[in-house]
């Protein structure tokens, strides 16, 4: 599967964002798909898992403001985030998994920037 975010951008604590992410292949359903970020400096970090069957988890420090989506009649699964803050701001990247005990294949990152 390939995969390719976009949506990224600079905005202003507070301000909401949506990433989408569009992946080629006929069995996107089938995926697990995440989406993960790396700030400068930092380890990437895991943000919003959402399962082939709809089951959604999410990070500590975005729970309650981001919400992971996908629409497989577009092979797309999406990230909006709401109430942004400074400490969002990092490359997001969008991934795909054949089940648990797969690796996950990455996409190109998008770059959010959040200004204080």
């Known amino acids: 599967v390939q995969l390719q975010a976009f949506g990224g951008g600079l905005v202003q604590a507070g301000d909401s964002l949506r990433l989408s992410c569009a992946a080629s292949?006929?069995?996107?359903?089938?995926?697990?798909m995440g989406w993960f970020r790396q700030a400068p400096g930092k380890e990437r970090e895991s943000v919003a898992v959402?399962?082939?069957?709809?089951?959604?988890a999410y990070a500590d420090a975005v729970k309650g403001r981001f919400t992971i989506s996908r629409d497989n009649a577009k092979n797309t699964v999406y990230l909006q985030m709401n109430s942004l803050k400074p400490e969002d701001t990092a490359a997001y990247y969008c991934?795909?998994?054949?089940?648990?005990?797969?690796?996950?294949?990455w996409g190109r990152g998008t770059q959010v920037t959040v200004s204080s």
């Open positions: 292949g006929r069995t996107f359903s089938s995926y697990d």
């Open positions: 959402i399962s082939e069957s709809g089951v959604t």
């Open positions: 991934a795909a998994r054949r089940n648990i005990m797969s690796m996950w294949a």
